[in-house]
């Protein structure tokens, strides 16, 4: 019996060591790729102007456009100005992220066509993992700036503290978020091993995720409002975690939740987009599908 737990224990030791081991391999992979994808962009630093100048731009006039809204029209479904831009900054913020780390989703048709697949399932990693963490798009950057920028004001205008707990919740908002727009998109682009087209839908997936992440959730029919947050949880993105850091009781869910549930959406969301990915997988048919 003493042997026996004597076993058992030194194969759980093993176990874990061989986990860190996987872990810190998986690390040193990712900075090194980070650590290229920076050198990239020096590279070509004219590029990066460009998308520095153009970028920020858009969100500007986007926030120009809510202020005009709101000075004409009044508040938007009960939102103040303050509270809009609160909203608008924390979307803006978890897009880039996901610009960042997942836009490579937008494009799985080419990798797809293209064969690019091949290398990825030669090596002892994880396809997904490759697919995801070696190629940053740091691009994704110049959208994370008007986003921190927006987002500040915001939180001076209702008030926002940043105590701890509220750090915390922010983050776990931020990462869940960043999981739900990643999810979407491989979940998306993955139907490319099926249809074995080039199609882009970044455009429209972008232009889905703007118009039900950057204003309130509220202002659409309560069908619609079911439709995303339990079916699609885009409504976990920012209007839901948002209205709960402001204290806009009315519009929450489940107080006291929204960052956990945050969270807790884009993990599923992101295993039921591995599932699907891995399941397209299986009928890659290398260069040349």
Request: glycine share 10%; aromatic share 18%.
């Amino acid at each position: 019996m003493v042997e026996s737990l004597r076993n058992l224990y030194v194969k759980q030791i093993e176990k874990g060591n061989r986990m860190l081991a996987s872990i810190k391999h998986y690390t040193s992979v990712t900075l090194e790729y980070l650590k290229l994808s920076i050198l990239t962009v020096f590279e070509y630093p004219a590029n990066m102007i460009g998308w520095l100048i153009s970028n920020p731009l858009q969100f500007i006039v986007g926030f120009a456009t809510i202020q005009f809204v709101v000075k004409e029209f009044g508040d938007v479904a009960g939102w103040n100005y303050g509270q809009l831009a609160f909203l608008y900054g924390l979307a803006i913020i978890s897009h880039a992220l996901s610009m960042i780390f997942f836009v490579q989703g937008w494009f799985m048709g080419y990798f797809v066509i293209e064969g690019d697949f091949d290398r990825y399932m030669l090596r002892p990693m994880s396809v997904l993992y490759q697919f995801c963490f070696t190629q940053f798009n740091l691009i994704g950057i110049t959208d994370l700036i008007p986003g921190i920028c927006v987002f500040l004001y915001g939180c001076v205008q209702v008030g926002f503290v940043f105590n701890l707990r509220n750090i915390l919740a922010l983050l776990a908002i931020l990462v869940g978020a960043t999981f739900i727009r990643g999810g979407v998109y491989i979940i998306i682009g993955s139907s490319s091993f099926w249809t074995k087209s080039i199609v882009d839908f970044g455009g429209y997936t972008q232009e889905f995720f703007d118009k039900t992440t950057m204003y309130p959730l509220s202002m659409y029919p309560e069908s619609v409002q079911f439709l995303l947050t339990f079916i699609i949880p885009i409504g976990w993105v920012s209007f839901y975690p948002a209205a709960e850091l402001m204290g806009i009781s009315k519009d929450v869910f489940m107080p006291g939740a929204a960052p956990l549930i945050s969270l807790g959406a884009g993990v599923v969301v992101f295993a039921v987009a591995a599932v699907v990915f891995y399941t397209g997988l299986k009928r890659y048919e290398s260069a040349g599908s």
